[in-house]
């Protein structure tokens, strides 16, 4: 059988060679460099937009979170739900923006909050502070107040050397830029945070 291209009296076509075969192992490795490559690439917008380490400097949060622990805050938890009380948030500590702090929220905008010998009260009912060992707890007393709208008033669970909403106010929302998820080091204290 004659080719058309050599009647017309162009030279013959030859076929293309399709790709070289690949071996088995220099496609599974195409496909593993493929995975950590989307890996790395999930985890750097997890931390950059979801979560952030972060490291403990202090002992105000005690026994919840100690000196020197590792944990991840949530930064978007706050756009799709409310701050509560009990959470654990960090912000921006009021008089050096440069600064973090973490502290749990006690009250809310809104809420009348006086404290007795350290026992809190919110809204007229006395505040259930399991999380407050009695070696923890001090006998500072103030005068009730009520949270101004947008507003809330934190306290480390280290009460007696706690530096806190007591001493510098209830914190802005806007100063708020997480909530404290998960302990992941030391190994030892490692778990959600409540």
Excluded: C
Aim: no cysteine.
């Amino acid at each position: 059988m004659t080719d058309q291209n050599q009647e017309a009296g162009q030279p013959p076509l030859l076929e293309q060679p399709g790709p070289a075969p690949q071996s088995p192992a220099r496609g599974n490795l195409r496909l593993w460099m493929r995975d950590i490559l989307v890996s790395v690439a999930a985890s750097f917008m997890i931390i950059t937009f979801l979560y952030q380490p972060v490291r403990v400097e202090g002992t105000s949060m005690q026994p919840e979170l100690r000196d020197q622990d590792r944990l991840f805050i949530n930064k978007f938890a706050y756009h799709f739900e409310n701050i509560s009380r009990g959470d654990v948030v960090v912000f921006h500590y009021p008089r050096d923006p440069e600064k973090s702090y973490i502290k749990r929220v006690i009250a809310l905008p809104g809420d009348a909050l006086r404290i007795e010998e350290g026992r809190v009260y919110v809204n007229g009912g006395r505040v259930d502070e399991g999380y407050v060992p009695k070696r923890y707890r001090d006998s500072r007393s103030m005068p009730e107040i009520v949270i101004p709208q947008g507003d809330y008033f934190v306290m480390g669970d280290h009460r007696s050397i706690s530096s806190d909403s007591r001493d510098f106010g209830p914190v802005d929302r806007q100063l708020i830029y997480g909530k404290a998820a998960f302990i992941y080091w030391p190994a030892d204290n490692m778990g959600l945070i409540h």
